[in-house]
Each structure stands twice: as C-alpha cells, then as structure tokens.
C-alpha cells in the first residue's frame, strides 16, 4: 500500500510568483486536506477536497486554492506569494467511512522558501 | 473559533522518568489525534480518541481523552531516548473526516540519557 506523496520536496520562489504543491493521496483515501506549518509552529488547516469539491476552508485569503482531480490526488496553488508564505505544507489524506474514525495520513511535506 | 492549547511547550526529562503532556480544546469535538514529528519530518498518528473516557496504549506512550473536561493527556511511561520528539494534539469538529484538523503548539519533548 502506497503512502501519501507530496512534489516537489523542496522549492524556492521569489515574492509575488506563483506555486504549484501537488499531493498524492493514499490508495482508498478519497478526501486530501492541505496543511501549512511555520517553522515552531503547529499545522494550520488551508483547506479539504472531497469528490473533486472544496469542503471546507480555514483562515487563509483566496489566493490560496486547490483542486483535486477524478484520481483523489490533488494541488495546491498560491498566487502573488509573500514571504510569510515560507513554510512547511502538509498534505493529509483519509478515507470518507462517515463513522467518525478517519484518521488523516500525512505526506512529507513539501518545503516552500519564499525570498 | 476552536482553541487547542498544550503544555508543557518544551521538556527535557531523563530516561526512565515518567511524564504528562495535556492537551485542553475549546469546543466540543467528537474526534482528538495525538501525532508525532521527528525533526524535518512529517506527521505520524499515534492515537484517535473517539469518546468520554477512551484509553489508548501503544508501547510506552497512553494517551485518553475526558470530553466533559475538555481535555486529553499523553502519558509517557519510562521514558527512552528514541521518543524524543515534537508531540501534537489535534481536534475535529465533525465526523467522518469532513473537516480539518485544529492542531495544538506542540511539546518539543527532549529525552537525556
């Protein structure tokens, strides 16, 4: 069984470019979620893709936005990048059982330098 | 908005000493995760706590959960160098993984020998 991929591993843009973090979810997981974690920090949830859709966003501005494709694997893209941008993004994917036990399986990461 | 707070942020203990991380959430939740993050590495689940009272075990580390408290505690037992590591809480709002995961600080946890 193959785990959650993430490409590239490492990456580095200049502010106001645009970035495009891709994410292969695990065999049987339907549902991938993206994480940005700052350097001390703890994850922060961007948002989750369920059947192709966004289901549900946390607290980052629009120029943040994925798709996910018929396959479940999924991007995600960041417009006009800041250097507070910099960090570590998570993707996480999980099973859609609906029984409340769907734990989130994460990638390793890709790491985005922005200068 | 939902809160997850964790203490200790950073311990340093000694090998075969005994040691709690709690972790105190805001909202209701139906769902908590404990994770594991060795430096430069990814995310490791550890434990899914489902309900009031749930006990988790896996070698040296127990985690359980008081949903009227608010609050979950990792137990770290005999404590060796190989689980030196950044420890996270994390809950969820809803069931059946349709939603993300509200994640604590962290505790940096540093095991001499």
Known sequence: ETGVTQSPTHLIKTRGQQVTLRCSSQSGHNTVSWYQQALGQGPQ????????????????PPRFSGLQFPNYS??????ALELDDSALYLCASSPRTGKGTDTQYFGPG???TVL | ???VEQNPLFLSM???KNYTIYCNYSTTSDRLYWYRQDPGKSLESLFV???NGAVKQEGRL???LDTKARLSTLHITAAVHDLSATYFCAVALFGGGADGLTFGKGTHLIIQP
């Open chain 1, 45 to 60: 949830f961007i948002f989750q893709y369920y059947r192709e859709e966004e289901n549900g966003r946390g607290n980052f």
């Open chain 1, 74 to 79: 999924s991007e995600l893209n960041v417009n």
């Open chain 1, 110 to 112: 890709t790491r985005l």
């Open chain 2, 1 to 3: 908005e939902l809160k």
């Open chain 2, 14 to 16: 000694q090998e075969g």
């Open chain 2, 49 to 51: 706590l489902l309900s």
């Open chain 2, 62 to 64: 127990m985690a359980s």
